[in-house]
């Protein structure tokens, strides 16, 4: 029997509450489909740092890297400065664990209510794959004569060419294997399909504008693009996909781009699939450890009521499966998800779900 390892983060807020659920689908998926999963918590968070004064220990990332995988609930909250625990605990580990790919499967699924009117779970259903080292998020910059009317600021927009190239490679593989889903062709038209492509990568950047960095993007986007003829590629400016994606979703298979486009878009995107309580990521270093996790937040005003959403957390939970190659298990999970969705649940949000927050796992271990 295979044996993970894996790194519990349960975190702030309704966090505890949506990684409980998640480790109980796991647990179930493991029963059916022969392996064992081992947790290891750890209690950083905002309770941690307020009782210890701790945020990370230093040798965190070494003590991680020998795990399968990490599960995290939500960092954050309302009794802390807002920005300390982000930085602190979730951009270090992802910098620290070189977890350079943040992939967001944007996907909604049947009975979830989206705000586009006209859509349902056939036109919504693509991934991004947002950098997740560099662009502003390197934290270079400065400022001088800060508080003063003379105060100066800059933050800078950096990207080396390595980082460009592994993302984009983990883009362009990920369309390629897009091709064996249920829609093979998806955001296709009958001549691309004619012409031979079975794939469609979408780069998302601001190359009007922003020259240096997003045409250093597209060159290496291009270059790339000759090792996979079966990817038909597209460009499309960053203003121009919100636009899309509300107007026309299905258009959509792949979608790569930097660091802090990807984090807006993504807001976006998950707005589209039915929200916050059903979306998941994962922050992947496919050479080490990944870590996945719900979208959303820390939930303070649901603490403790059993009202908040597991879904998302349970989602990333299929995710690390996946990722660890327990592909039957996750997928059986995601098709019990899309049960629940289509089938019992009322809504998706917190409170409104006509089912407790552990009521919903449940019914996600019986639909397994
Ligand atoms: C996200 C979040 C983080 C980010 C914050 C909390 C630092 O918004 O995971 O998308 O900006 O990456
Ligand atoms: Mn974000």
């Keep these: 029997m295979k044996n993970y390892n894996i790194a519990v983060i349960p975190g702030d807020g309704t966090g505890p509450e949506v990684i409980a ?9 493991g029963r059916k489909f022969g392996f064992d999963l081992k947790y290891t918590k750890f209690p950083w968070g905002g309770d941690h740092y307020l009782a210890t004064g701790e945020i990370l220990p230093d040798d965190a990332a070494e003590t991680l890297k020998k795990f399968d995988a990490m599960l995290l609930g939500a960092i954050g909250g309302n009794k802390v400065k807002p920005g300390l625990l982000e930085k ?11 977890q350079y790919i943040n992939l967001r499967p944007v996907k909604l699924y049947p009975g979830v209510e989206t705000p586009l009117a006209n859509k349902t779970s056939d036109s919504i259903d693509y991934v991004v794959v947002r950098e ?14 800060q508080g003063t009317p003379d105060e100066v600021a800059c933050q800078n927009w950096v990207y080396t060419r ?19 889903a249920a829609d093979p062709w998806k955001g296709l038209s009958a001549e ?26 597209e060159r290496a986007f291009n270059e790339m693009a000759k090792a996979y003829p079966m990817v038909k590629i597209n460009y499309c400016h960053v203003d121009a996909t919100t636009m899309w994606m509300v107007k026309n979703p299905e258009w959509f298979d792949v979608i790569v781009t930097e660091n802090l486009m990807g984090d807006i878009i993504t807001d976006l995107a998950a707005m589209t699939a039915g929200g916050m309580g059903v979306s998941a990521g994962g922050n992947l270093n496919p050479e080490g450890i ?14 403790g009521l059993g009202v908040i959403n597991p879904l998302a957390a349970v989602g990333a939970a299929a995710m690390m ?10 997928a059986s999970i995601e098709k019990s998800i899309a049960f629940v969705t289509g089938n019992k649940l009322k809504s998706c949000a917190a409170g409104k779900m006509g089912y407790s927050t552990s009521q919903v796992g449940d019914l996600v271990v019986e639909n397994l």
């Design 21 to 29: 659920e998640a480790v109980k689908v796991l647990d179930a998926a």
């Design 88 to 98: 602190g605990i979730l951009l270090r580990l992802r910098f620290e664990l070189d």
């Design 132 to 145: 997740n080292s560099g662009g502003v998020y390197t934290g270079m910059g400065g400022s001088v004569a």
């Design 162 to 180: 390595k980082q460009v190239d592994r993302c984009l490679k983990f883009a362009f593989e990920l369309a390629k294997k897009r091709h064996s």
């Design 192 to 217: 691309d399909k004619a012409a031979g492509y079975t794939a469609n990568l979408t780069l998302v950047g601001k190359t009007n504008v922003l020259t240096y960095v997003c045409g250093m993007w």
């Design 290 to 303: 990944s870590m996945f996790e719900p979208i959303g937040g820390s939930a303070p005003k649901y603490t």
């Design 321 to 330: 499966l996946d990722y660890l190659g327990e592909h039957e298990a996750a």
